[in-house]
């Protein structure tokens, strides 16, 4: 018999995840760590577990994922964009239930860069008229 496995990648920030499905118990892997070890905080776990819980696959499918860049938060996202992508290729059908939700759209929200002669990408360097 064939392993199934479903596969998305998720964006967030500078954050880039790819998440594997793979038919199971509802064990979560990120970077070869558990889930709760990698993301400690209650808020991290619940932005991650979302697209699960939405759709009512937390139990029958084991999640490996392999994230990298940006900080923990991003990161957290990037692996919730994932995750839902993944699921659209389990079932198309809960695509308007994610949508709905805002978990397919990838958020573009980035740093805006420095500006040259300035100090930072809107503050600008104090003026003086003499």
Not at 67 to 95: C, E, F, T, Y
Not at 97 to 118: F, S
């Amino acid at each position: 018999m064939p392993l199934t496995q479903y596969y998305g990648t998720g964006k967030r920030k500078t954050s880039v995840a790819r998440v594997f499905l793979r038919p199971g118990t509802g064990q979560i892997f990120i970077n070869e760590k558990k889930f709760e070890e990698y993301f400690p905080t209650e808020r991290m776990q619940a932005t991650v577990l979302q697209p699960l819980q939405l759709t009512g696959f937390t139990t029958i499918y084991d999640i490996n994922v392999n994230v990298l860049g940006g900080g923990v938060i991003g990161q957290a996202s990037a692996v919730r964009h994932g995750i839902s992508k993944a699921l659209l290729q389990i079932d198309a059908g809960l695509r308007q239930k994610l949508k709905k939700a805002g978990l397919i759209t990838r958020d573009p929200r980035v740093k805006e860069r420095k500006k040259y002669g300035q100090k930072a990408a809107r503050a600008r360097f104090q003026f003086s008229k003499r």
